[in-house]
């Protein structure tokens, strides 16, 4: 049964952009205390990007500045804005909803930048 659901993911050009999008069943979503964005590129271990939650927005020093988190309650949905991208932001990405009982994973989306 898949609960989280990536999209948006591909290729681009270093300096461009990508939205990647994360829809989650309703009760996932309306029982998480906060969504977030990890990624893991190859041979490394998977490192936490960002966080939404009730405290606000909170970003990995290597994102800041140029990707944004952000959700639709509406949607069931969360967001992962990327601008200026670079080669090093090369990775799959998975999106993670935290409820008080245990986490919950999507799938994950490959993001590639690359000229």
């Known amino acids: 049964q898949v609960q989280l659901v990536e999209s948006g993911g591909g290729l681009v050009q270093p300096g461009g952009s990508l939205r990647l999008s994360c829809a989650a069943s309703g009760s996932i979503f309306s029982s998480a205390n906060a969504m977030g964005w990890y990624r893991q590129a190859p041979g490394k271990q998977r490192e936490w990007v960002a966080t939404i939650s009730i405290g606000g927005t909170f970003y990995a020093d290597s994102v800041k500045g140029r990707f944004t988190i952000s959700r639709d309650n509406a949607k069931n949905s969360v967001y992962l804005q990327m601008n200026s991208l670079k080669p090093e932001d090369t990775a799959v990405y998975y999106c993670?909803?935290?409820?008080?009982?245990?986490?919950?994973w999507g799938q994950g989306i490959q993001v590639t930048v690359s000229s």
């Open positions: 993670k909803a935290q409820s008080s009982i245990r986490p919950y």
